[in-house]
């Protein structure tokens, strides 16, 4: 079942890079059901769901996508652009602190 939850979030990120974001979001959704615990079917989700304005439904997938994986900065990343985007600047900045963290422990 793994590679089919790899083979779907494969398949979003082509239709998000296309501009197919009602796509993207349905084979991201999938890869998530098919594995509850592909962060990175979440991160996708999560920045189809920021580009079309969809705030808390990309938060709350960056934040699941980060309790997969605390110590991947993607998560962070995304969620720290979207909180500064959004005027969340306490969020940003400890979203920011938590990615040198992580670069700094390399």
């Given amino acids: 079942y793994l590679h089919s939850s790899l083979a779907y979030s494969s398949r979003g990120y082509m239709y998000h890079k296309l501009g197919n974001y009602k796509e993207a979001i349905n084979d991201y959704t999938r890869a998530i059901e098919v594995n509850t615990e592909n962060d990175i079917a979440f ?14 439904l990309a938060l ?3 934040t699941r996508a980060i309790s997969l994986d605390p110590e991947k900065i993607d998560g962070y990343t995304f969620r720290a652009l979207l909180h500064s985007e959004l005027g969340n ?12 963290e992580i670069l700094n422990s390399y």
């Fill in 43 to 56: 991160l996708g989700r999560g920045q189809v769901h920021s580009e079309l304005g969809e705030y808390k």
């Fill in 60 to 62: 709350a997938d960056y």
């Fill in 89 to 100: 600047y306490r969020a940003f900045a400890s979203d920011s602190r938590k990615v040198k």
